[in-house]
């Protein structure tokens, strides 16, 4: 491996930056498209497990969106959607499960311990409710195994880096409920107060125009981002992303940011760099 081009001087300045943040915790949800990128995986690991290195609480939430669809594939299972949203049923939830807890868990604690960093798989720290959306005749829409977050058992978390699943317990039966991963991590976030709720995307962040990455909004307050919703600006999958940030901010987090987890280190850029490529978006 090539040494760093880095001066001591340089490194000194990182260290002293990163310190700033020591001992207020963090939140990043890995998100599933950005996962598929190895390179930018490894980098994202090898950022969380400098951070704990040096003093900074992190947690880790993750989905596996990309990884349920192709075990779902070949298990012959065609994903069902109602009301634009994706149906769990008992037989998809036993993917999930198995996907997101079984693989995609253990395989990011075992990386990280292989860094060096004391990382755990929780599992039994959100507790949900079934989520029920309204539908267009008042009556609920049912998801099936879908849910919210209803509680964060901040002692389930434990010592290290807590890598949490985007499942939930339900209240009400014990089962397993999927939940959306940004939701998890909102949970999470707010649960424990953090400084930052971070989001790996794979988008630049919040675009002016889609089709033009150079138009990368890097600061937003919540009022002007609710407006860019209304206005159609902010639009698609990049809506339930910003709402995630509204959540986390509600819920305590002084700063909601969005990155691009396709660039390596863009995690750690974020606490290195005052001009860090992405939106922050505050209240």
Not at 163 to 180: E, K, T
Request: net charge negative.
């Amino acid at each position: 491996m090539a040494e760093p081009s880095v001066s001591a001087e340089a490194f000194a300045a990182a260290v002293r930056r990163v310190r700033a943040h020591r001992n207020r915790p963090v939140v990043v949800k890995l998100g599933g498209s950005a996962m598929e990128d190895p390179a930018a995986t490894a980098a994202c690991l090898e950022s969380v497990a400098a951070l704990h290195a040096l003093g900074v609480p992190v947690a880790v939430v993750h989905g596996g969106g990309k990884p349920i669809d192709r075990a779902m594939a070949e298990a012959g299972l065609t994903p069902k959607k109602v009301a634009g949203r994706r149906y769990t049923d008992d037989a998809t939830l036993e993917i999930v499960v198995r996907v997101l807890k079984d693989h995609i868990n253990a395989d990011l604690v075992a990386r990280l311990a292989a860094l060096g960093c004391p990382a755990t798989g929780v599992h039994d720290a959100l507790f949900g409710e079934r989520l029920l959306l309204p539908g267009l005749d008042l009556q609920p829409v049912d998801l099936g195994r879908v849910g919210s977050v209803a509680r964060v058992e901040l002692g389930a978390l434990g010592a290290g880096v807590p890598v949490i699943p985007s499942l939930a317990i339900d209240v009400h039966d014990g089962g397993w409920l999927n939940v959306n991963a940004d939701t998890a991590a909102s949970a999470v976030a707010g649960a424990l107060k953090v400084e930052r709720a971070i989001f790996l995307t794979d988008t630049p962040g919040v675009l002016r125009d889609r089709a033009n990455p150079d138009s990368l909004i890097p600061h937003l307050t919540e009022a002007r981002a609710r407006d860019l919703i209304a206005e159609g600006v902010i639009d698609g999958g990049m809506v339930p992303k910003v709402e995630a940030c509204f959540d986390a901010l509600a819920a305590g987090a002084s700063a909601a940011l969005i990155l691009d987890g396709r660039v390596p280190y863009s995690l750690l850029d974020a606490f290195l760099k005052d001009t860090f490529r992405g939106t922050a978006i505050r209240r």
